[in-house]
């Protein structure tokens, strides 16, 4: 499980969450570094933020997307980004979730345990 976003808060927020159900959790502070951890280490679901410095969390999901060895990955968007628009955009780059920040934890949680492979942590 990978949490990226700019945001120390709401990454130690989204990785408490999560590690309180027993998954492991690395973090990235942004798509740059994300981008440099996924070559090196496949995560079963990572977490997103749109906007982040150097890299943001669209172009992060086109290059997955494009390379077959990390296409599948499933992405969660989280983020402030709400409008039409960037929800038709993470639709159409194929995100799997799409959370509204704030967001309730609970929601989060239970949207990255559905998009986890079978038997994963």
Do not use: H
Not at 3 to 16: E, G, K, N
Not at 33 to 58: C, K, N, Q, S, Y
Not at 105 to 115: G, H, I, Q, Y
């Amino acid at each position: 499980m990978l949490v990226v976003d700019d945001s120390a808060v709401i990454r130690q927020l989204i990785t408490v969450n999560l590690e309180l159900e027993g998954l492991e959790v690395e973090q990235c502070d942004d798509g740059v570094e994300a981008l440099d951890r996924i070559g090196t280490w496949r995560p079963d679901v990572v977490t997103l933020d749109v906007m982040m410095p150097r890299l943001g969390g669209f172009e992060v999901v086109e290059r997955l997307r494009s390379d077959p060895v990390t296409a599948a990955i499933p992405v969660v968007m989280v983020t402030g980004r709400a409008a039409a628009a960037d929800l038709a955009r993470g639709d159409e780059l194929g995100v799997e979730a799409y959370l509204v920040k704030p967001f309730e934890p609970t929601e989060l949680v239970a949207t990255v345990l559905r998009l986890l492979p079978d038997g994963a942590s």
